[in-house]
């Protein structure tokens, strides 16, 4: 990046304390502009404290943090000025239609009656509630409440979103459809800063990835960095005749070493990060009459790289760090 194109969002040594809890542990961050940065880890991981901070809701204990080219502390109203943040509970009013959140938000932010109700109008209709835009929000599923929330935070569109875990309790049909306005949003110019604890939701929204855990980063990348970081892939195979499984392990194991058994009988893997040496082993196993249904060549999945990078699941939380959290009180 150039000094005419600052960073969207620049940390250094980022520290929050609670008692004697470190929520934060000295987080460092660099987000380029216009695209989507996945902030990745298990609950209690130290992601939303770190969102809370750099979106001035949190005053840091130690380091510093650049948000658009403004200081999280000294340039507070700044920075609130060109983000939005949408959390992870619901921040409509529940008492008001979807049409009446859209229209207030957008007068309290300074837009004419006419242009709040026309704004309102065209987000409703570009997240597929102009049906429910005079239902109250309290009468909305959850999938619409996410969507309202997200309206809500681009009735005046924001140089950077701050999202955070915008699909937790949604059904897969109504997280696809969220993951879809965020990729609009990016295309529109808007940068955005991901908190999830999904691992498929980062692997399908985000450019670049930081891996938090205990409060720390402990590993960055592209997607496909942090799974070529972790080793070899793995070849996957699938028989015709489970009853040739037998001879597909002998040839397979001589060829690449170990093999892992699937449940299904017709099926098993072998590590090989190599499309060579997988092509002749496929080749092989039909030399020797192994007849195969399919196969593919995959790279570790992202809850592989988590579990290799923590040593434990994505799935898990520290009690003590989330009921830090909790306390937590604005600065």
């Known amino acids: 990046m150039t000094a005419h194109t600052p960073l969207a969002v620049e940390a250094t040594g980022l520290v929050k304390v609670f008692g004697e809890t470190r929520a934060v542990d000295g987080v460092d961050l660099a987000v380029q502009s216009g695209a989507v940065y996945g902030v990745l880890g298990p609950n209690g991981a130290g992601k939303s404290t770190t969102i809370r901070m750099l979106a001035t809701l949190l005053r840091p204990n130690a380091g510093s943090a650049r948000v658009l080219g403004h200081d999280i502390v000294k340039e507070a109203d700044a920075v609130r000025s060109a983000v939005s943040l949408t959390g992870q509970l619901a921040s409509a009013d529940e008492d008001l239609t979807g049409r009446e959140n859209l229209i207030l938000i957008g007068r309290l932010l300074g837009l004419k009656r006419a ?3 026309a704004r309102a109008d065209e987000l409703l209709e570009a997240f597929g509630l102009a049906d429910a835009s005079a239902r109250l929000v309290k009468k909305y599923s959850g999938g619409m409440r996410r969507r309202i929330d997200i309206a809500a935070s681009i009735v005046v569109t924001p140089r950077l979103m701050f999202l955070d875990e915008p699909t937790t309790g949604l059904d897969p049909r109504s997280r696809n459809q969220v ?7 990016v295309a529109d110019g808007t940068t955005i800063l991901l908190c999830t604890q999904y691992l498929e939701e980062a692997d ?9 855990d205990h409060g720390r980063v402990i590993a960055e990348g592209t997607p496909g960095q942090l799974k070529a970081s972790v080793g070899t892939g793995a070849l996957h195979v699938r028989l015709l005749d489970p009853e040739q499984r037998p001879e597909a392990e002998r040839v397979l194991a001589r060829r690449l070493g170990a093999l892992q058994l699937e449940p299904d009988p017709a099926a098993l893997s072998a590590q090989c ?5 997988a092509a002749e082993a496929v080749a092989e196993l039909a030399h020797h009459g192994v007849r195969i249904a399919d196969f593919s060549l995959g790279q570790p999945s992202l809850d592989e790289v988590f579990l290799a990078l923590t040593g434990h699941p994505a799935e898990g939380e520290s009690v003590e760090q989330t009921n830090a959290i909790e306390e937590e009180q604005p600065a």
């Open 273 to 277: 990060s190599d499309a060579d040496r």
């Open 115 to 117: 242009h709040a109700k």
């Open 179 to 185: 993951w879809d306005i965020i990729r609009l949003l």
């Open 204 to 212: 399908q929204l985000a450019d670049g990835i930081a891996v938090i």
